[in-house]
């Protein structure tokens, strides 16, 4: 029993989740995780995502020497929470939908920060997203153009540099929204302008908000 690692039983449950041939006889459910279990997961999920925001963040807490770790949690709760849960899944219960998903990382102010997709299959909508502290890049998908007023959030005729895009697979860079409203990356600057478009993107979509906060 000494030789196994000790792990909470959330991260037990992502292991058995994520990790492919895990042997659970190797662990032992505890009050506390061995600091080995984080690494090698960190290390996996660097290797093997997609996997859920929340399983993510599990193990890539900043360090607290960062004098801007708080912004990793931020944006983990800012998407999970907000964005998703209230905008695009605002017609779903909280156990009838999946999170968003972390399909890659960045780095900025040395922070590793994630890079998020939220897909509605049924609506026909994907968006990747990210922020590097300054401002928020997104990437739309949509299986029919979106001909809505974005109320100059961004600018529309801008096309935005893949370098300005980090973390983002290449195949998810888009052109600007003038020329293709259903395949577009847009520059946002601010969270307030980003809740506005998740928004604007949900009345649009025809999304009933039926949640009761």
């Known amino acids: ?9 959330y991260l037990l449950k992502d ?11 190797n662990y032992v459910e505890s009050d506390e995780n061995d600091t080995r279990a984080i690494l090698f997961l960190r290390g996996y999920y660097d290797e093997h995502l997609p996997v859920d925001v929340t399983a993510w963040m599990a193990v890539n807490e900043p360090e607290d020497r960062l004098i801007f770790k708080k912004a990793c949690a931020e944006q983990v709760c800012f998407v999970r929470d907000v964005l998703a849960d209230r905008q695009i899944f605002a017609d779903m219960a909280w156990d009838e939908h999946d999170e968003p998903l972390v399909i890659s990382h960045h780095y900025s102010k040395s922070v590793k ?4 997709k939220i897909e ?6 994907e968006l990747i997203l990210r922020c590097n502290i300054y401002d928020w890049k997104i990437s739309v998908k ?3 153009p979106l001909d809505c007023d974005f109320m100059d959030l961004f600018d529309t005729k801008k096309v935005v540099s893949k370098y300005c895009c980090e ?3 290449k195949d998810k860079i888009y052109g600007s ?3 293709d409203h259903s395949k577009f990356t847009v520059e946002i600057s601010s969270d307030y302008n980003v ?7 949900r009345n649009y979509l025809g999304i009933k908000n039926t949640k009761q906060y």
């Open 15 to 25: 292991m058995k989740k994520y990790v492919k041939g895990f042997n659970p006889d």
């Open 120 to 125: 509605r299959e049924d609506y026909g909508i």
């Open 167 to 169: 973390g983002f697979p």
């Open 177 to 179: 929204y003038e020329q």
């Open 1 to 9: 029993m000494s030789d196994k690692i000790k792990v909470r039983s």
């Open 195 to 201: 809740y506005a478009f998740f928004l604007l993107l």
């Open 113 to 116: 920060l994630p890079v998020f």
């Open 142 to 144: 949509s299986k029919k």
